[in-house]
């Protein structure tokens, strides 16, 4: 099935100068060569080079990049090297880029047919009067509705999932022979991912094309790709078939990459791979990944394995690969903290609606309520004492506005929040009591956005501490010490600035100024999802080692479509047997690392400009409509078990019997404590 | 888009209305007025109050405003204090003269620094880029007299190229102002040229390192194609408003440039019209030079609106 | 391409931010040489009377209009007074004038930005209006205005210039506090319930700081160039005090037959303005500002 190589990167390292003046390389020695019929993933986090090398695969280097050495070769030429004018034909002609942000990667200026029309002249062999056939032809093939309405559109004007698909026809439309897809579904929501890809690994087989896949998404690759190429450090580290890298790879990085990814239908915590890759440059003579192994020996320290054959095919960079096997990839490891009884009921939310429409003029001068349907309604959810709550949804669900709300940030519009048997709990931090303030606290998604960054994280940690225990001087300084080693940093990081730290650990320290002040409610917006999967893990077990600590704990999740509640119950009850139609489709989305796995996609990848003004906020993509109801009536509530409610039209005999066997993935990433 | 243009017009008449508010108070706060500046040295007792109530000045501060901007709206700007003439007539040619020199800095320095900007934009951190940047810095920060002198000096006394005064009369027909009017656009050109230039070098230094730069190139499109097809209609936008606010700043400028060159224009009577203690014409230049500011920016904010698909559609779905 | 390894590296004792910034001004060409004639320029202001080989008012009726020679090493004006000697001290009350008067303007309008970008609503509105007004009328006319009802005393020009100069000062604030105001810090903040005091002055002021640092050197270019302007139309420093703005404005005259005493003013007054403006570009750079989009003003 395989043919002759048609990319072939020989022994490529690009760098780039540093402020020192030396030279720093991001790729080192990087062999690998792409036969054509297959689809290579190559996976790794950030920093790994994995997009220098997707580019360097088209002769593209970033600004102040350049090679140090070695070649990439495309059908035997090196593109490196080449002049620009013959660049052009193959670039676009013969490989083509689907790029990881097709919004910003369209020109704003051009209208999606032109931008079309361009590659064609570029690359086609077509008539030109062959060109507007020819473009409708391509959005179809990317599964389009409405071509022709598509193609008299400016990029703006559409959806995240309606530009990658444009992006995917303009790669089409020279008709390559290979294609590079640099992260094309990152920061789609999930279920939009999962038609991308979809589509993704049906042309690769319908129009035979060699696709080289870039991500750092294990679940995405397992999706489209036939073989798995990691990169840990600029350095190729594994390369093989799908499945025994997905299953069983012969790399520690690549065991410890797959353990600490979470599935839904493990309950166990994901393990965290603990430190971070060495900078560019700063690898030591040995092995690059010795510092966070496991099964590293001492002269893994001091020479650099190279790129050896495996018995069972594929090629790995470790002098130990026999022994890696002794690594876990699943989560033999700790179970969450267990869950059990819980305490009294913390805050209710009762009949929560929150608008973020403001009056206008005329509607003040008319003394009219502001207009519109308000962006969360409806909401009952009761929080008990030491309880987990997750609140899952794709973007503009609604999530992030729940927990500005609890904690005054935004007013709510109707409905109210009680708090702690105190009654109802003042809508705005100014009007709220000081204990009230400390007892409930926020972390946010970005740590890059929620740390000021021109506070030391001494001053950081300081503001919780000088404001609700009035501490000071030594007293303060020993405290915001013992903060830190809770979220285990030493005390030599008081004196940084969060430009100074990792992702991982920026957000460890957003963490540690949130239980500085001893909450009873931690609201985490999102805690993870800027930051790399290995670091997410770590993120995840701190949070849980902190949550026993505070005596706390459960998993009950909620599921929101467009800041309404559609389903909330146990975990295990809503992630084993989703019932509402959106919890199906949503879950079914979700990425797993297992190869063979597909997705099941119910909902079309529409945008939603704004929830509907009455019925069921899931109508408009609702693969299980009943009629005209779901449109007119608000859904009525439907209890399938215990503490497990459902908002939907359809009976809950139907709901609970119609069961399609899903994957199980993390979606839960907001939780409310 | 007609509900943003109409907000956008109420807000520039607003800031006239403002304005004019600002400058009727600043006049009235000025000691003297007309009369005093009529009257001269006899400008005391019966006279005055006579002189006074002749004007009608010694009515009430806000009747006389209302009378004064309503006769604005009109085109009707007041009478001289100086010679009893009307206003609009003294200042028409004069406002002519100074559209003739802005007009003339404008056709020459909007493309030359557009080609300049784009051409040190294009070729970031190399010789041409430092050196024409580095350029640019000194013809904008140094004061415009200071500019002028140097060049009246150079091409004036010691080439004798080109006059370095102008001798015309602030009636003299246009075809007048000629070779005299050289150096006065080339102190202004200078000036506006190294503002617009730089605001459009970082506009196109950031476009072309844009992903939908880097994607035509991975498109395989021809570097030429990229930077017309793709980058300068988005490079250029942000220069609209850039070139609006330096004619704002030429409005002002213009008023050294002229009183250095003797040119007969707007500026040059508003500086004597200061000196002589004329106030109404003080008013009414104020009052012109400022609707023409408030004027040039809302014609700019509208054009990066209709030359903008994102602006134009603005109604498109949000996240 | 971040320099990863640059900022990976963990400082014990960590320099002063003024410290870092200022050094990272020098290591720049444009940052070394600005911040060298901007101090030259000081301090020569401050010890002129010292320096100065001449009384400044002396004149010597056996050489006027003299060119450079051994006692007048840049010749002498129309009235026979050594050039040198005012050049060097030309510069004082300019100096001494903008440099009180730019940090007033920064101050004033700094902080009203700064609380019109945090409350927002119908006073914001109705404020920048008025801003928008001013800026509407060329500087020219507002300082003429001022100095035609009060006189051109320093006590004058200094609160005049403060004045007229803080109001642009205003609208920078403004947008760089709504910024920061819409960032996470801001509303963690916020939602630990810290006051809006405490926000302003922890969270918002040294962000808002280095928008305002590099706009404060901007503006002392702007009212250097406004005050020496004055001088040059005569509505500035009144004779026989030596200013650059006056001293070229006298030497026109005689252009034709003696262009010395134009050279040497306006090389001083040149150097301290591109000194000034090469530092703001360095320190916009040091402190990763656009100044390209900076308003004109």
Known sequence: MTGDVLIDVQNL??????????????????????????????????????????????????????????????????????????????????????????????????????????????????????????????LQQVRLPDPEVIASRYPHELSGGQQQRVAIAMALAGDPEALLLDEPTTGLDVTTQAHILALLSDIAVRLDKVMVYVSHDLGAIARVCSRVVVMYAGEIVLDGDATSVLTNPGHPYARGLLASIPRLGNPNLPMALEGRPPPPGDAGPGCSFVDRCAIAEAPCRSERPGLQPLPAGGRVRCRLPERAGSIPTKRAGKPASAGGSFGEPLVRLSNLAISYARQSLVDQLLGRKPQGVPTVDRVNIEIRQGEVIGLVGESGSGKSTILKAVAGLVGPANGEIAYDRSGALPATVEQRRPEQLREIQLIFQNPDESLNPRHTIEQILAQPLQLYFGLSGDALRKRSIAILERVRLGAHYLDRLPSQLSGGEKQRVAIARAFAAEPKLLLCDEVTSALDVSVQAAVLDLLDQLRRDVRALSDRVAVLYQGRLCEIGPAAAVYSRPCHPYTEALLGAVLEPEPGARPILMAEDIVELSPPAKGCPFQRRCHRKVGSICESTTPPQRNAGAEHVIHCHIPIGELTSAQTVSTLGNAVRPHVQ | MLRIFIHRLLLGIATVAIVSGIIFAAVEALPGDACTAILQRDASGERLANCRRELGIDRPALTRYVEWASGAVRGDLGISAHNNKPIASLVGDRLKNTLLLAGCSLALGIPLALFLGVLTGLRRDKLSDLALSTIAIFAMTIPEFVTATVLIFVFGIWLGWVPGIVTASASSSLSAFFPGIVLPVIVLTMVMTAHIMRTVRSSVIDVMSSDYVQMATLKGVPYWQIVFRHAL??????????????????????????????????????????????????????????????????AADLLAMAFNPRLRTLKARSP | MSDGPATLVATTARPS?????????????????????????????????????????????????????????????????????????????????????????????????????????????????????????????????????????????????????????????????????????????????????????????????????????????????????????????????????????????????????????????????????????????????????????
């Not at chain 1, 994995?50 to 088209?58: D, E, G, I, P, Q």
């Not at chain 3, 007033?104 to 009203?112: I, K, R, Y």
């Not at chain 3, 700064?114 to 007004?133: C, F, K, P, Q, S």
Request: glycine share 10%.
């Open chain 3, 17 to 297: 931010r003024i410290v870092s910034v200022i050094c990272e001004v020098l290591s720049r060409p444009s940052g070394f040489i600005g911040l060298f004639l901007v101090i030259a320029h000081v301090l020569l202001a401050l010890f002129s009377p010292i320096f100065a080989p001449f009384d400044f008012k002396a004149m010597n009726a056996n050489a006027i209009l003299s060119p450079p020679d051994a006692t007048h090493w840049l010749g002498t004006d129309q009235l026979g007074r050594d050039i040198l000697t005012r050049t060097i001290m030309g510069g004082r009350q300019a100096i001494l004038v903008t440099a009180i008067a730019t940090p007033l303007a920064v101050a004033w309008g700094g902080l009203l930005g700064i609380y019109l970008g945090l409350a927002g609503g119908r006073l914001d509105d109705i404020l920048m209006r008025v801003v928008d007004a001013f800026l509407a009328l060329p500087w020219i006319l507002k300082m003429l205005l001022m100095i035609v009802t009060f006189g051109t005393g320093v006590s004058v020009l200094i609160p005049t210039l403060a004045f007229f100069y803080g109001i642009p000062v205003i609208r920078i604030a403004r947008a760089a506090t709504q910024n920061i105001v819409a960032r996470d810090f801001v509303l963690a903040a916020r939602a630990r319930g810290h006051s809006r005091v405490s926000i302003m002055r922890k969270e918002l002021f040294g962000n808002v700081l280095d928008a305002l640092m590099v706009e404060g050197a901007m503006r002392w270019s702007w009212m250097l160039l406004a005050f020496t302007s004055l001088s040059f139309l005569g509505f500035g420093v009144s004779p026989p005090t030596p200013d650059w703005g006056l001293m070229i404005a006298d030497s026109r005259n005689f252009m034709a037959i003696a262009p010395w005493p134009a050279f040497a003013p306006v090389i001083a007054l040149s150097s301290l303005i591109i000194g000034i403006n090469l530092t703001a570009d360095a320190l916009a750079k040091a402190l990763g500002i656009d100044r390209a989009q900076a308003a004109v003003h």
């Open chain 2, 233 to 298: 209609p988005n490079a250029l936008l942000p220069a609209i408003n850039v070139i609006a606010l330096t004619v704002g700043w030429l409005l002002g400028g213009v008023v050294v440039v002229e009183k250095v060159f003797n040119y007969p224009g707007l500026g040059h009577y508003m500086i004597d019209s200061i000196s002589d203690r004329d106030l109404p014409v003080v008013q009414a230049i104020a009052l012109i030079v400022a609707t023409a500011y408030v004027g040039v920016n809302l």
């Open chain 1, 13 to 138: 390292s690009i760098g780039f100068t540093g402020r020192s003046g030396k030279l720093l390389p991001v790729l080192r020695n990087i062999d690998l060569g792409v036969r054509r019929g297959e689809t290579v993933g190559i996976v790794g986090e950030s920093g790994s080079g994995k997009s220098t090398l997707a580019l360097a695969m088209m002769g593209y280097l970033k600004h102040g990049l350049r090679v140090i050495s070695g070649r990439s070769l495309f059908d035997g030429r090196d593109l490196l090297t080449m002049p620009s004018c013959e660049l052009q034909r193959i670039r676009g002609g013969k490989i083509a880029l689907i790029p990881q942000n097709s919004g910003q990667s369209l020109s704003p200026n051009l209208r999606v047919g032109a931008q079309l029309t361009e590659a064609l002249a570029l690359h086609g062999k077509l008539a030109l009067s062959a060109f507007p056939a020819r473009v409708i032809q391509l």
